[in-house]
């Protein structure tokens, strides 16, 4: 009885077929039409000018990401979009799945190998959300009034076993 206990708490805890089932996110990158200008006195009549179009998203910073814990591929990018706001971007991702699988932005340096595995939630971080998937392409975006240049990296962080997946460090464009 014992031993069907602890191997039922251990399956719960470990959750082991995670890293079994791969999921796949394939998001767009997000346009923002540009900021709305001071309204005019004339009329449509008077100035023909379409309204406002899209302004293409400005990547300000990227980096590559390193394997951690699980081998981890793809490419991490801040975006400003035209509305001022900004965005991570995943691309390309691939890493294994896991439980409660986290982006982190941290002021922890990238360090590869195991030197890097447990220090993105010791200092400065923000949890932006849960990963929404272990492969292909997803945005998170920026809270309001973080200041992502402080927060130089993002860890895939496996926040059950306080464990990075894998990290890229963004380096501005």
């Known amino acids: 009885m014992t031993a069907a206990v602890v191997t039922t708490a251990g399956l719960v805890w470990f959750e082991p077929w995670t890293l079994l089932a791969d999921k796949t996110v394939r998001e767009t990158l997000p346009v923002a039409n540009a900021p709305a200008t001071t309204p005019s006195t004339r009329t449509p009549a008077m100035d023909p000018s379409p309204s406002p179009s899209p302004v293409a998203p400005v990547t300000v910073a990227q980096g590559t990401f390193v394997s951690h814990e699980h081998t981890t591929t793809g490419t991490a990018k801040v975006v400003r979009l035209a509305d001022g706001t900004h965005t991570l971007r995943l691309e390309g991702l691939d890493t294994s799945n896991g439980p409660d699988l986290h982006v982190l932005l941290s002021d922890a340096p990238v360090k590869r190998g195991p030197a890097g595995w447990r220090v993105f939630d010791e200092g400065k971080h923000v949890d932006l959300a849960e ?6 392409d997803q945005n998170y975006p920026l809270p309001a009034g ?7 990296s993002v860890s895939i962080w496996c926040d059950r076993f306080d ?7 963004l380096v501005r464009v």
Do not use: T, Y
Not at 131 to 136: E, T
């Open 131 to 136: 990963l929404k998937g272990n492969r292909g």
């Open 146 to 152: 973080v200041d992502w240049s402080k927060h130089p």
């Open 163 to 169: 464990v990075s997946f894998g990290a890229a460090a």
